[in-house]
């Protein structure tokens, strides 16, 4: 049976990008006599507010789309995440790595030209990879760290041929040096969107992921992250992301191009029928909604 999912994480309301994604995968579960699942990804304790959890809820209902109960949240299942943690410390796949963002981009700049990852952070460059034991104990005594993969070690340990299939790209190889050395813990909480969702998603039996193709790039690391745990493998749809008239995708700070907008403006079948008419590609927001 098929199972997908909508998974987003409460730190502002919800845009068209959102709900294109969200239909998708309501649409497709639906149409095979599968389950369509809400979570909520709420595990940074700064940045996720109830309000936007609650206006979530509004707006896929007023989408026509229902789920199960109860939802997942992330943030009551945290030893889900530090249990997985734990294997892959016990496997040493994992290190802690005490360096600041500042550190990090100062670094990378040192190096040479490093190109952002897609979702506009810089690659770690391994500053605390060769850390000995001395030297950790001797930078724990300043800061708490965070853990980070290793995946040069992860990748030794994994068959060669590592792929997964996505619905537009097809067989894709795993290449996490794409990536780099991910964050899976971070110093305020035992887990991060990397680890947590490849564990939710198993727990939950999610067999099709829909999202932006700005996360196609994370999906090596999630693919290398299941072999490493021994998850099963969903298949995966990248789809191209909403442009607004600028050419720039749709995020929560453009408050023109959330649903909450378009609720006050236009119905619920006239906006469904926006998105399909448009499928991704780049349209011009109607007047009234600007």
């Known amino acids: 049976m098929i199972v997908t999912r909508f998974a987003p994480s409460p730190t502002g309301l919800l845009h068209v990008g959102h709900a294109m994604s969200a239909l998708f995968a309501y649409e497709h579960a639906v149409e095979a006599g599968g389950t369509f699942l809400l979570r909520i990804e ?103 760290p965070v853990w980070r993969l290793d995946v040069t070690k992860a990748m030794a340990s994994v068959p060669e041929s590592l792929t997964w299939h996505d619905r537009g790209a097809g067989t894709v190889r795993v290449d996490p040096a794409l990536v780099g050395d991910v964050v899976l813990a971070r110093k305020d909480v035992p887990t991060s969107y990397h680890l947590s969702v490849v564990v939710d998603d198993a727990l939950q039996g999610v067999s099709l992921i829909t999202r932006g193709e700005d996360l196609l790039q994370a999906t090596h690391i999630h693919r290398l ?56 590609a780049a349209y011009s927001l109607p007047e009234e909604t600007r």
């Open 42 to 144: 709420d595990i940074d304790p700064v940045r996720c507010k109830e309000e936007f959890v609650q206006a979530i809820f509004e707006d896929l209902h007023w989408l026509g789309l229902h789920w199960p109960e109860p939802v997942r949240r992330q943030s009551e299942h945290m030893n889900d995440y530090k249990d997985a943690l734990d294997q892959l410390k016990a496997r040493g796949l994992v290190y802690p790595c005490y360096c600041t963002r500042r550190e990090v981009e100062a670094e990378v700049a040192r190096s040479g030209h490093a190109p952002h990852l897609d979702d506009g952070t810089l690659p770690y460059p391994g500053t605390c990879r060769a850390l000995t034991p001395a030297q950790r104990r001797e930078k724990e005594i300043e800061r708490e």
């Open 225 to 280: 992250l299941q072999a490493l745990l021994d998850l099963p493998t969903p298949e995966y749809h990248h789809h191209k992301l909403m442009m607004g008239p600028d050419g720039r995708r749709y995020a929560k700070r453009d408050l023109s191009a959330t649903l909450r907008s378009f609720r006050n403006h236009m119905s619920r079948m006239d906006f469904i029928n926006l998105l399909k008419k448009n499928n991704c």
